[in-house]
């Protein structure tokens, strides 16, 4: 009879006691990550992206425009170290010398001038929208005059309308020669300018209006053509809605621009023959009379104007939200 030897297992490791187990634990266990949007300078961020453009617009805008109201109330001349307070009498002085404001009438042709502009820009923009030959060719001729430089268009002008300049050559291929006086008489001086800023800036609402209509969704013009819409309708029905606020803009932009202007006339007829706008007469108060703070003044006048007029533009058309998706 045999006997089985039954042999006892190898000894194994020893166990690890609770300590070492808790100690392994805590050597294995990640802390938790952090994400960036729960970072506290997170909220920073932003208002450090701001902090150099609030700092140049505080400089260069809020900063002059502060000093401007300070000298309306003073007799500065814009040499003397020496500024008296004088209250508001350079306001009344503007309130009772009402031939300073005649000037604004001048302001009328450029604003007749903007609707001809805008009304210009709204149909070359809806013309190139739509797949044309050369069309790219035809948009950076229209957008070209307002890169240029306005001093230089000035001077390219007052030859171009001089007694028997470039205008006048071309008129007499037509039949229509002799020696014109266009920048003679008032109302021919004033509308030869404001046909200037025409040419000038209609390239200018061009460009705005011909990327607020390329925005409209294809999907529109594309169930547009299928319910029989004409081109007509098309730009009545779905091309004027989707750009209103874009036409409210420019609207804003022709009304400022009529009251505040100043390079074009200044260049080419230094305000002479009745040409002269606001902005002229107060550059020629503050520098040719030095009359700094009269000047700044007229200057605050013609910012509340500008602000009340944008005022009631908008109070009268407001923005109408307007979804075409």
Known sequence: MTHTTHTAPPPGPPAKTDGVRRRAGRRNRVAPHRSWRQH????????????????????????????????????W???????????GDNYRELATRPELFRVFAVSLYYLAASVVQIAAALYFATLLSFDLRLRNLFKGILFFPYLINGVAIGFVFLYFFQDGGTLDS???????GGDHAWLGDPQSANTSLAGVSVWRFTGLNFVLFLGAIQSI??????????????????????????????????????????????EIPYIMTGGATGTQTFVIQT???????????????????????????TWIQRRLVPDEKVDLV
């Open 217 to 262: 969704p294809g999907e529109q013009y594309e169930a547009a053509q299928l319910d029989g819409a004409s081109r007509w309708q098309q730009f009545r029905h779905l091309i004027v809605p989707g750009i209103r606020p874009v036409i409210g803009l420019s609207v804003i932009l022709a009304i400022s621009g009529s009251l505040s202007v100043f």
């Open 77 to 87: 001349d814009g040499v003397s170290p020496d500024r008296s307070f004088v209250g």
């Open 40 to 75: 506290p300078l997170r909220r920073l961020t932003p208002w450090l992206f701001l902090l150099v453009p609030l700092a140049l617009l505080i400089t260069f805008t809020y900063v002059p425009v502060g000093n401007m109201i300070y000298y309306s109330f003073t007799d």
């Open 170 to 176: 071309v008129l007499s291929l037509f039949g229509a």
């Open 283 to 309: 550059v020629k108060l503050a520098f040719q009379f030095n009359k700094t703070g009269l000047a700044s003044a007229c200057a605050v006048v013609l910012l509340l104007i500008i602000l009340a007029v």
